[in-house]
Structure formats: C-alpha cells, structure tokens
C-alpha cells in the first residue's frame, strides 16, 4: 500500500501513514490526466513540426536557410 509522510514542523517529527482509497484513486487520476496531457503536448507538436516543414517545403527552402532569414 502506498505511504505518505507526513512531517511536524514545530517538532521535526515524520510520520508514515498508508493512503486512503480515496487518496490512492485520486493519485490515479492525476497521473492519468497528466499522461493524457503529455500525449495531447506531443501530438500538438507534432502536428507543428509537419506544418512547418509543409511550409519550408512549399517555400522551397531548408530550415537553416529559414533560421538565417529570421536572423
């Protein structure tokens, strides 16, 4: 089961404690929202990517030649 630490400032004392089901299934959650955030990150760069070397193609140009131009 996993295990939390809880830790008192005023005294220095750590605590362990298992988490609850609610805490657990809500850890769950968030690591699969984080997951499925990461996955939309990657998809949106992707697409960027693709975009930009469609234009640099359609430009007839390299990206280094496109880095020089914006320099």
């Known amino acids: 089961m996993p ?6 400032c ?3 004392e750590t605590t362990e ?5 609610a805490e657990i ?5 968030a690591q699969k929202a984080a997951e499925a ?3 939309a990150q990657e998809v949106i760069a992707a697409a960027k990517a693709t975009a930009k070397t469609a ?3 359609k430009l ?6 496109a880095t020089l131009l914006l320099s």
Do not use: F, P
């Not at 007839?60 to 030649?65: H, M």
């Open 3 to 8: 295990h939390k630490v809880i830790v008192d």
């Open 10 to 12: 005023s005294t220095g």
């Open 17 to 21: 404690v298992e988490l609850t089901a």
């Open 25 to 29: 299934a809500d850890q769950e959650a």
């Open 37 to 39: 955030e990461r996955k």
């Open 55 to 57: 234009l640099l193609d």
């Open 60 to 65: 007839g140009i390299t990206a280094e030649e």
